[in-house]
């Protein structure tokens, strides 16, 4: 094999050249170890097969091997080892995934399926694309080859939703000659939290000679709460927003204190992943064969996985409406009144042929996601927000006997429903002329359909005209919902949108040899065009209750008054996308590149187009837009990948500016004016500057220290402003000039010139060192790592947003091996950090999301292997 050739683990790993339970053989030296340097990673970045050091992209590459030794298992455990990914996180499968600081803001998951925006970060499992605003695809790392991560615009090849990278869960795909199997077992203790167990089992098996084996995995991980419900009270104050604002900071005399006795909890937030993966690979003959996937996936999240820093008691807001808090909870500690819970399922059919026509080789790949999930949540804070007072308090008066209010007790719950069916053909030249070409074709229908259902009512049911009928329920039934769910009390406002993308992508790439194996320069483009679709819309219940100053319930206003919300939107986006590269291999173990990438994603859809912000003549300055369009991004590149030392020491690099213009931004901004729903604009653009370095280096045998880091200097480019858009200040002569002109009178929302991307720090590094030796018949390993990132913000723009203060953690592990067995023990989260990579005000209390604990675990693992 080259001497070039290298692990390139683009991130900071634990090295390939060292060995595991996998590689183990009747002495526990890996093969790569007893070669004496690193070992070759084959990458499909490109469409093709690839050694990593040879693809012109920035790449991170955790192998299985890498992940066994690592054990981590989901994507909240593996994100610290990628120096230049973070994420907008609630907990399991909830999170936002961004690459190089491509963000404006996270924050929670309420309606993310109606309201938030196309993900910029595509998310694949082997040949289908998962993913889901808000709601990161979360693939429990099991038998897999690798995961790769694709930094960068990928427009060219993986098309919309690329916008900034690619994360692509590879799957181990059965073996025609051999049957194998293994068997794993864990048990762990998280600090100051429950107990975590985990098993899984892998068999191999031929079916018929030299054509058909099957291949299947099963795993169960049960990960142990850490976050208390504590006792706690909540009383309504007059510094609650409702109050303040429409009651003179009164709270009527009538208003009920409530606690969470009932819901008093340790360890309330366990976490299972249930799964098995199922493979069928039918060898036709030497040209053609076909692989079959089933993929099955269940994730069950009890409670949250925030802590309050404040308790739900004595909560008043800023000018921003964030929530400030009075009395300090312990860590890990909340005061909820409401049990929470968020169940996740995805199954996934996939399909793929490959052969060969003469000399043209054919991949068709077709595959059906179908993910399901069901989130309920406390939303008991919300008492305090603007309009808490007007769902659960009847009378408006500044005599605290007039008045009464009910529980403040409330729930949200959100049902989604997600598809992708989508169908690839790709046609590839050989791989040895010196003109070489790819060409495809795209198609998917991806929908995704939400009901979620804020249950803030608590005043009863009034009946002033002797008509049973609730006040705030819209008196007209709802349109044709196209979740099939009808609101029920005490329902005060809901989500029932279906939302589509259709996209059709023609794309094609070549290589041209400029001086064979030495010089390449490449180019390609893709033409997409997306359908995209929005039907339903929400219903609020505003308005449809009247008060009267000295009367508890007041009669229910003709439903003229209320927001039905039902519309069709449709939209229909075109366009090409290309990318460039020149590929100078100076020596067979230096290559350096330039590469020029540009990526994309769809539009998204807001809720309502209703106005807001009154000019003197009391017309509406702003009507939110129907929908956003497709922002963009332009990378230029420059690396290098190189090897020395005879294969020893590996050092990667790349320098990076990216531009991304017309950037879609969501805003939640009510004190500024902006109504109480968020909603989405293209807005600013911004500009990344950054540089990444990987170093891995076999330093003698056995010792091995790989070091990772990215440097980010990301910066808001110009200042927009909203810009007076409501077609009713035409018709009025004196309110017409504004029509057109920058809204000046409230705060920039987009935030000044100069302000940084959110969840993207300055500076993230990772690094690792492990040792191998054999004694006697048994391997052994111990292994360090330590992983840090700097402070950084979760917003742009005068919206709230947190400031997260840097983080470091440590891990370590230690084991021993004989064929066929493998022990080890192991410790994430060393020091038992506490740093929270995640704050928001969502839930309207101050929510921060915290590391798991420390825990300690130990690992069991065997394994087989003959071949036939």
């Known amino acids: 094999m080259n001497a070039r050739v290298s692990q390139a683990v683009a991130v900071i790993l634990s090295t390939q050249s060292a060995h595991a339970w996998a590689d183990a053989g009747p002495t526990g030296e890996a093969a790569g170890t007893q070669q004496g340097g690193l070992t070759e990673v084959i990458v499909t970045a490109q469409r093709r097969v690839e050694n990593i050091q040879d693809v012109p992209i920035t790449i991170q590459a955790l192998t299985g091997d890498t992940l066994n030794k690592l054990d981590v298992q989901t994507f909240d455990q593996f994100l610290q080892f990628l120096p230049n990914v973070t994420q907008s996180n609630q907990g399991p499968a909830q999170g936002e995934i961004f690459m190089r600081g491509l963000s404006v803001s996270g924050g929670g998951n309420q309606g993310g399926g109606t309201s938030a925006a196309f993900p910029a970060v595509a998310v694949y499992l082997d040949e289908q694309s998962g993913q889901l605003p808000g709601r990161n695809l979360d693939v429990y790392a099991v038998d897999l080859e690798r995961i790769e991560v694709l930094e960068g615009p990928q427009g060219t090849l993986f098309g919309g939703g690329a916008l900034s990278?690619?994360?692509?869960?590879?799957t181990n795909k059965p073996k025609i000659d051999v049957t194998e199997g293994y068997a794993t077992a864990s048990y762990g203790i998280t600090a100051h939290g429950g107990p975590n167990t985990a098993v899984s089992a892998l068999l191999n098996v031929p079916l018929i000679d030299e054509h058909l084996a099957i291949r299947g995995v099963i795993y169960n991980d049960r990960q142990g709460g850490y976050i208390n419900n504590v006792p706690s009270t909540f009383t309504r104050l007059g510094t609650d927003q409702g109050f303040a604002r429409y009651n003179g900071g009164v709270v009527p005399t009538n208003s009920p204190m409530i606690n969470n006795a009932s819901v008093v909890k340790n360890d309330i937030n366990p976490v299972t992943y249930q799964g098995t993966r199922a493979s069928l690979l039918w060898k036709i003959n030497d040209d053609w064969n076909a692989l079959l996937t089933e993929t099955y996936q269940n994730i069950e999240a009890d409670g949250v996985f925030y802590q309050m820093p404040f308790g739900s008691e004595g909560t008043?807001?800023?000018?921003?409406?964030?929530p400030i808090g009075k009395y300090p909870l312990a860590p890990l500690s909340v005061t909820l009144?409401?049990?929470s819970f968020d169940k996740d399922k995805f199954s996934n059919t996939a399909l793929v042929?490959?052969?060969?026509?003469?000399p043209i080789k054919l991949v068709y790949s077709g595959a059906y996601l179908n993910r399901n999930v069901e989130q309920v949540q406390d939303y008991t804070n919300y008492a305090r927000g603007v309009f808490g007072y007007y769902y659960q308090c009847a009378g408006y008066s500044t005599n605290p006997a007039d008045g009464q209010?009910?529980?403040?007790?409330?729930i949200w719950r959100e049902s989604l429903r997600n598809t992708h069916n989508s169908q690839e053909l790709r046609l590839r030249t050989p791989e040895d002329l010196r003109i070489r070409g790819l060409v495809g074709a795209y198609w998917e229908r991806y929908n995704i359909t939400d009901f979620t259902h804020w249950a803030y009512v608590t005043v009863p049911q009034c009946s002033p005209t002797g008509l049973n009928v609730n006040c705030f329920l819209p008196i007209q039934p709802w349109p044709g919902p196209p979740s099939g769910n009808t609101p029920v009390p005490p329902t005060g406002f809901f989500d029932d949108v279906e939302r589509g993308y259709k996209q059709t992508a023609e794309f094609a790439s070549i290589d041209f040899d400029i001086v064979p194996k030495v010089l390449t320069?490449?180019?390609g483009i893709r033409h997409f065009k997306y359908d995209s679709n929005e039907t339903g819309g929400d219903v609020g219940s505003f308005y449809c209750k009247q008060f009267t100053p000295t009367t508890y319930f007041g009669f229910c206003q003709n439903p003229s008054g209320t927001n039905f919300g039902l519309r069709r939107t449709q939209v229909t986006n075109t366009g090409n996308r290309g990318r460039g590269n020149l590929t100078w291999h100076v020596t067979p173990d230096v290559m350096v590149y330039y590469t020029y990438s540009q990526g994309f994603r769809a539009g998204s859809f807001n809720r309502t187009t209703s106005c807001h912000l009154k000019d003197s003549q009391g017309i509406d300055l702003y009507c939110f837009p129907a929908t956003t369009e497709p922002d963009n991004v332009t990378n230029n590149e420059f690396g290098w990948k190189t090897t020395w030392l005879d294969n020893?020491?590996?050092?990667?690099?790349?320098?990076?500016k990216m531009n991304w213009d017309n950037a879609q931004t969501i805003f939640f901004d009510p004190q500024g004016g902006l109504g109480n729903l968020a909603f989405a604009t293209n807005g600013p653009s911004y500009r990344v500057k950054g540089i990444e370095l990987t170093t891995l280096w076999h330093m003698t045998q056995g010792l091995t220290v790989d070091v990772s880091a990215a440097w980010n200097s990301t910066m808001q480019t110009n200042s927009p402003y909203l810009v007076a858009n409501n077609p009713d200040l035409l018709k009025n002569p004196s309110s017409a000039p504004s029509y057109g002109q920058p809204i000046t009178s409230i705060p920039n929302p987009y935030g000044p010139i100069g302000s940084p991307t959110a969840y993207s720090p300055p500076f993230k590094v990772t690094g690792r060192v492990r040792y191998d030796?054999?004694?006697?018949?048994?391997g052994l390993f111990i292994q360090g790592g330590v992983a840090h990132q700097s402070h950084m913000v979760t917003a742009t723009g005068y919206v709230v947003a947190y400031d997260i203060p840097p983080l470091t953690t440590y891990d370590a592990s230690a084991g021993i091996a004989k064929d066929p067995w493998w022990v080890q023990i192991y410790a994430q989260n060393l020091t038992n950090a506490n740093t929270p990579p995640e704050s928001n005000s969502s839930e309207f209390v101050v929510a921060e999301v915290p590391l798991r604990p420390r825990v300690l675990g130990i690992r069991f693992d065997y394994k087989f292997s003959q071949s036939r």
């Open 165 to 170: 990278g690619v994360l692509r869960y590879i």
């Open 316 to 322: 008043t807001f800023d000018q921003k409406g964030a």
């Open 337 to 339: 009144f409401n049990d």
């Open 353 to 358: 042929v490959n052969g060969q026509v003469g």
């Open 405 to 410: 209010c009910y529980s403040p007790s409330t």
């Open 521 to 523: 320069i490449s180019g």
């Open 648 to 656: 020893h020491l590996l050092f990667n690099g790349a320098l990076y």
């Open 773 to 778: 030796w054999v004694m006697g018949n048994y």
